[in-house]
């Protein structure tokens, strides 16, 4: 603890504050009319049915395409993973086997105001079917429609993995990509037709729907279940094929059968009264700690500020290594929750502080002694929430989600996929907390406090705490 100097104390808070300030206000610029945002501000949370409403949609296979119920029950788990990937993660899906259809609510984008369920519903991407045929020919109606008439090589269920990436091409200049890897089936498929066409002239089209998105000609067979989708793509086009294919392609062409969109359960003004009664509570939280434990009691609380704006910031997608989170009343509870395993954590620092002053030790020796001892009883308490937060991400997270994947195999296996958003968020926000909690209530707290206690004004016992002698 030598090396904290006097000046940590406010590089900490500096550091802490710019943080709350960017995680609040979120930072993002025009270019013409074009906006790019850097980083999400609290403005671009997206609220839960619960808090702000959304929309409820019903697809169903298009024309008179008879889905079998495993390729509905597919379908199902293709949006899901695509609402998860959007960061949607307070959502309800329905496999209607029997009517051949998939109703899904889902909550509005964060910031509307004007509440268009049309539009809503393609966010969630193309409801289209991704198909390798061969050659490109197509048919052309009187209208202009076009049908592809090729014969299917590779569907999107062919498709294990995808990517994308800016190689250089046969010219020896640089584009962007989309990359493949195939299963089994696929590879097998793809092998021969490219070993048929290969040196033929006859290309292999991509389609989507009935858009044909590359018709790249066939060098030579390609054995290795990799492939390319090549086209007219940038950076962000070559993305989104990639997402879309990760996300699943259909294994059928879907189309929106109804749409309406749904009130939230708690009516207007729902957030803004919690929000305030938040802040109510926080501000009898702060008198508490000050007048209680003084010096700790202000750190306690700068420490819980940056607890928060942390937890907010992973629930914004503030982070590039993680993506953002549907916001909803149980999600607000775990924020909640973990506030108050902070504010534990730090009454239990404060009076190991009083004791260690009260047993006649120095207020150095102290500070160091009572954080090094409270250390264990905050993890026992900690690792306890922890554990109910990846159970619950876990039991109600979508089956791709890291959590699911590991309990579904070992624990839930038996009960079947499910997911329940408003329960994830509760445990998504809980976990945050809870490790923000150790990062700004405990690691940074101390620097803070040993940092003060170099002060010669702020080194009087009972500033911690202690009794004068």
Not at 37 to 51: H, S
Not at 114 to 138: H, I, P, Q, W
Not at 172 to 187: A, Q
Request: proline share 2%.
């Amino acid at each position: 603890m030598k090396k904290i100097h006097k000046s940590t104390f406010f590089i900490v808070v500096a550091i802490i504050a710019l943080f709350a300030v960017s995680t609040i206000t979120g930072f993002d610029y025009f270019y013409g009319d074009n906006k790019t945002t850097v980083v999400k501000g609290v403005d671009d949370i997206r609220l839960g049915i619960d808090i702000q409403g959304g929309v409820d949609v019903t697809f169903a296979p298009s024309g008179d395409y008879d889905a079998t119920d495993d390729q509905l029950d597919s379908a199902t788990e293709i949006i899901k993973t695509r609402l998860s990937s959007l960061g949607i993660n307070d959502n309800e899906i329905y496999s209607d086997t029997k009517s051949d259809r998939i109703i899904v609510r889902f909550p509005w984008q964060a910031g509307e105001s004007e509440y268009d369920a049309e539009a809503a519903v393609k966010e969630l991407g193309e409801m289209a079917e991704l198909t390798f045929r061969r050659g490109s020919d197509y048919d052309t109606d009187e209208e202009g429609n076009i049908t592809p008439t090729g014969e299917i090589v590779l569907t999107g269920a062919d498709i294990a993995n995808a990517d994308y990436g800016y190689f250089p091409d046969d010219n020896g200049s640089y584009e962007w990509v989309v990359t493949l890897d195939l299963n089994t089936t696929g590879k097998d498929a793809f092998a021969a037709a490219t070993a048929e066409l290969a040196g033929t002239g006859t290309p292999i089209s991509i389609w989507m729907d009935n858009t044909m998105i590359s018709a790249p000609n066939v060098n030579e067979a390609i054995t290795g279940g990799e492939a390319q989708i090549t086209g007219d793509f940038d950076e962000n086009s070559s993305k989104k094929l990639a997402n879309q294919i990760n996300s699943g392609a259909l294994p059928f062409k879907m189309e929106t059968t109804s749409f309406k969109t749904i009130s939230s359960t708690m009516g207007e003004g729902s957030l803004d009264a919690i929000i305030l009664a938040a802040l109510i509570a926080f501000v009898f939280i702060a008198i508490y700690m000050i007048v209680l434990y003084k010096v700790p009691g202000v750190v306690a609380i700068i420490g819980i500020i940056g607890q928060i704006a942390a937890t907010l910031a992973a629930v914004t997608g503030w982070f590039g290594f993680m993506p953002g989170s549907t916001l909803t009343i149980p999600g607000i509870a775990g924020i909640i929750l973990a506030v108050g395993m902070g504010v534990d954590a730090n009454i239990i620092t404060g009076e190991r502080i009083k004791e260690e002053i009260r047993s006649g030790k120095s207020l150095e020796s102290a500070i160091r002694v009572a954080y090094k001892r409270a250390f264990s009883a905050i993890l026992d308490g900690n690792i306890t929430n922890v554990l109910i937060a990846i159970i619950l991400m876990g039991a109600f997270g979508v089956p791709t989600s890291f959590f699911s994947k590991i309990l579904n195999k070992t624990v839930f296996f038996m009960f079947g996929a499910t997911t329940e958003g408003v329960v994830y968020s509760f445990g998504f926000t809980l976990l945050v907390g809870v490790i923000c909690n150790f990062i700004f209530g405990v690691f940074a707290s101390r620097i803070m406090v040993t940092s003060l206690s170099k002060f010669k004004g702020l080194q009087n016992r009972k500033l911690y705490g202690g009794d004068v002698k």
